[in-house]
Structure formats: C-alpha cells, structure tokens
Nanobody, 127 residues
Framework: QVQLVESGGGLVQAGDSLTLSCAASGFDFSTYTLGWFRQAPGKEREFVASSGWDGDNAYYGDAVMHRFTVSRDNAKYMMYLHMNNLRAEDTATYYC????????????????????WGQGTQVTVSS
C-alpha cells in the first residue's frame, strides 16, 4: 500500500527558510518520479516541483523557481522541498504525490500525472 507522509510545515516569517519532508512507503521509491504541490484556501492546487526517480531531473513551478529546491534520498525513501526566501503568497498546504507508473518524468508538472497523495503539511508565512 502506497503511503506518503509530509512533515516539516509551520509558521515562519517572510524571508525565512523551511524544509519539508515526504516519507514514502509501499512502492519501489527509486524508480518513481515524485512531485510537490500546494493549495491555498480558495485557490486551485498548484504545481511546485517534481523530482525524477534518479534525482537528476527536476521541474519547478514559475512561482518558486530559484527559491525552492527539490531533493531526494532514495536509500531512505525520502523526498525534500527546501524553501528559501519565503513569501506570504507561499502560504498553503503542501502535498507530495506519486504516480502509478514507474520511470516516467514527462508531464510531472500536472496533477493528473499523480495517483497517490499525502495528507499535506501546512506552511504559513507571515509578512
């Protein structure tokens, strides 16, 4: 059974940094692309970043490019989102996600690419 558990959210001030973690289980982690999405109240879910299964490829949403970095530790079944220079508009619930198909990276910026989602972790940035 696929499980994704996010952690690391919290309340921070604008300009601060924060790292989110996604702990995965129930699948062969090292062969799957993973993604980060976020959703603010009253807004649609937004793509944040994706990481190819070997960690060599990554996509970033325009809103977070050059501020956020995705990484993963395949040996530990962990994915991370390192967030720098946080802004009030980064306030949202952050979710990690995994697809059903292994070794696919194309279109990993689309939420339809993913089949499994975590429960989310809240990030609140005060201005």
């Amino acid at each position: 059974q696929v499980q994704l558990v996010e952690s690391g959210g919290g309340l921070v001030q604008a300009g601060d940094s924060l790292t989110l973690s996604c702990a995965a289980s129930g699948f062969d982690f090292s062969t799957y692309t993973l993604g980060w999405f976020r959703q603010a109240p009253g807004k649609e879910r937004e793509f944040v970043a994706s990481s190819g299964w070997d960690g060599d490829n990554a996509y970033y949403g325009d809103a977070v490019m050059h501020r956020f970095t995705v990484s993963r530790d395949n040996a530990k079944y962990m994915m991370y989102l390192h967030m720098n220079n946080l802004r009030a508009e980064d306030t949202a619930t952050y979710y990690c996600a995994a697809p059903r198909l292994a070794r696919v990276f194309t279109r990993s910026c689309r939420d339809a690419f993913y089949d499994y989602w975590g429960q989310g972790t809240q990030v609140t940035v005060s201005s």
